[in-house]
């Protein structure tokens, strides 16, 4: 089951520079999509959303493009600091009608950032 | 800043044993949810609750899980007879409603 797909296990970023983390998906009946950092030991940290009838969602350094025609989906860091550094998560889900999202999640991208 | 909190950090446990792990969600949340994480593997999704019921579960969610909301603030999840693949790490989360859940720090099963 690779619904939701971060080919990419890790990359590592000058401190400064764009992070620039990819994801794709398969399943058309996802309607939100999620970005989630996880630093060891620790559970998984919300960072941002998109709904899928939105291309582009922007919260400070953080700013998410979807692209629904490839089934893509990418999170931009910009500048990228050392803190960033982190195992990041893209997620998606599909309302089911009760309130509740059940959200798929990628493997994860292990983002560096060098000082 | 609210948060969920789970107890406990940390469980061993002998296969065929019962546990229960704890989560204290946020506290104007209405709904929540149960996850897992298996060393190097993706998390992946158990059951979510909202107004006292299971609202979905996953099929890895079988008869020997259950969860429970005993009062205002625990939320509960319990594995009747433990084995050894269900060591994993375990997360809570919740949320007010919407697609974003909040997590919390996990608590680590260890079956032997």
């Known amino acids: 089951d690779q619904q939701v797909k971060q080919n990419s296990p890790s990359l590592s970023v000058q401190e400064g520079r764009i992070s620039i983390l990819n994801c794709d998906y398969t399943?058309?009946?996802?309607?939100?999509f999620l970005w989630y950092k996880k630093y060891p030991a620790e559970g998984p940290t919300f960072l941002i959303s998109?709904?899928?009838?939105?291309d582009k969602n922007e919260d400070g350094r953080f700013t998410v493009f979807l692209n629904k025609s490839a089934k893509h989906l990418s999170l931009h860091i910009v500048p990228s600091q050392p803190g960033d550094s982190a195992v990041y998560f893209c997620?998606?889900?599909?309302?089911?009608?009760?309130?509740?999202?059940?959200?798929?999640f990628g493997k994860g991208t292990k983002l560096s950032v060098i000082p | 800043e609210p948060e969920v909190t789970q107890t406990p950090s940390h469980q061993v446990t002998q296969m065929g044993q019962e546990v229960i792990l704890r989560c204290v969600p946020i506290?104007?949340?209405?709904?929540f949810y149960w996850y897992r994480q298996i060393l190097g593997q993706k998390v992946e999704f158990l059951v979510s609750?909202?107004?006292?019921?299971?609202?979905?579960k996953s099929e890895i969610f079988d008869d020997q899980f259950s969860v429970e909301r005993p009062d205002g603030s625990n939320f509960t999840l319990k594995i009747r007879s433990t084995k050894l693949e269900d060591s994993a790490m375990y997360f809570c989360?919740?949320?007010?409603?919407?697609?974003?859940?909040?997590f919390g720090q996990g608590t680590r099963l260890t079956v032997v």
């Open positions: 989360a919740s949320s007010g409603g919407g697609p974003a859940a909040f």
């Open positions: 399943n058309s009946m996802f309607d939100y």
């Open positions: 998109i709904s899928s009838i939105k």
């Open positions: 997620a998606a889900s599909a309302y089911s009608g009760a309130g509740s999202y059940q959200l798929t």
């Open positions: 506290s104007n949340h209405l709904y």
């Open positions: 609750f909202y107004n006292n019921e299971i609202s979905e």
